[in-house]
């Protein structure tokens, strides 16, 4: 992964009309930080932004759902990756509906349809990047409900990961049946051709990150990425820039057809 990682840098730095998303989303401890930083470690920073999405903001309410992640998507040659994102407005909301009801601004004559239009919205959100040059993928990290347990156990029996466990998980653990209901109708609804889900089984982590870079990897590659062909011409200048440097000819010279 670390040789492809610096391909797609390369390819997607010359190739400036093209750009790439990807979204990640699971149930808690499912394994998202870790995946992100294993896969990104082959990666030029220069050329990655990972932005993590929590609880909204105030000022991310007064918005419609989509936008707080709008100044997050990736100028053209990079790559931006969202730790959840957009999604956990058809997830968390559609599990805590009271969210919609006390929080979020959604108008009156909406409220009937208002998960079936925000799919909508997400489809042709998801289209628009794709037709201006967005790669879009998005990763469903399906851990078990017993490696979850197994993994929060851990996360209170060794003490160097206490700071990971929060007793707000495990509430979120007795909805696991709604959450994943949520899921399966959110990829149902969302997954096209351009924009595809991957739902990767989490609970073998090594597994997961193999399966995640691969998917990464391949999709990249039909990005038919490369450095820029340079012409006869460009190398004769070239030849003729080398020898006002250092006063001699360069080998390139024998190269250039007359």
């Known amino acids: 992964m670390m040789e492809v990682g610096r391909d797609v840098m390369v390819g997607l730095g010359l190739g400036i009309e093209k750009n790439a998303g990807a979204a990640t989303s699971a149930m808690d401890a499912a394994g998202k930080d870790g995946t992100i930083r294993n896969i ?49 407005e058809v997830l968390v909301v559609k599990v805590h509906p009271e969210i919609l ?29 794709t037709r201006n040059g967005t790669r ?30 929060s007793e707000a998980d495990i509430e979120e653990r007795k909805h696991w049946d709604d959450y994943q209901l949520a899921y399966e109708e959110a990829i149902r609804e969302t997954s096209s051709q351009d924009a595809p889900w991957y739902v990767i089984p989490a609970d073998d982590k090594r597994n997961l990150r193999l399966l995640v870079a691969q998917a990464i990897a391949d999709e990249m590659r039909l990005l038919d990425l490369s450095y820029p062909v340079v012409t006869d011409a460009r190398r004769a200048e070239l030849s003729e820039i080398r020898v006002s440097l250092v006063g001699e000819p360069t080998p390139l010279d024998c190269r250039v057809s007359d």
């Open 40 to 88: 990104l470690s082959g990666v030029n920073p220069l050329g990655v932004a990972v932005h993590s999405f929590k609880q909204p903001s105030t000022r991310e309410i007064d918005h419609d759902f989509l936008w707080r992640t709008m100044e997050c998507l990736p100028r053209r040659g990079n790559i931006s990756v969202f730790n959840r994102s957009y999604y956990e």
């Open 101 to 129: 009801k006390n929080h979020q601004r959604v108008p009156k004559q909406h409220h009937q349809n208002v998960w079936e239009g925000r799919y909508s919205s997400i489809r042709q959100h998801e289209e628009h990047l």
């Open 136 to 165: 879009v993928l998005k990763f469903f990290l399906n851990v078990s409900k017993d490696e979850q347990l197994a993994r929060f156990v851990s996360r209170i029996d060794e003490p160097e990961k206490n700071w990971k466990f």
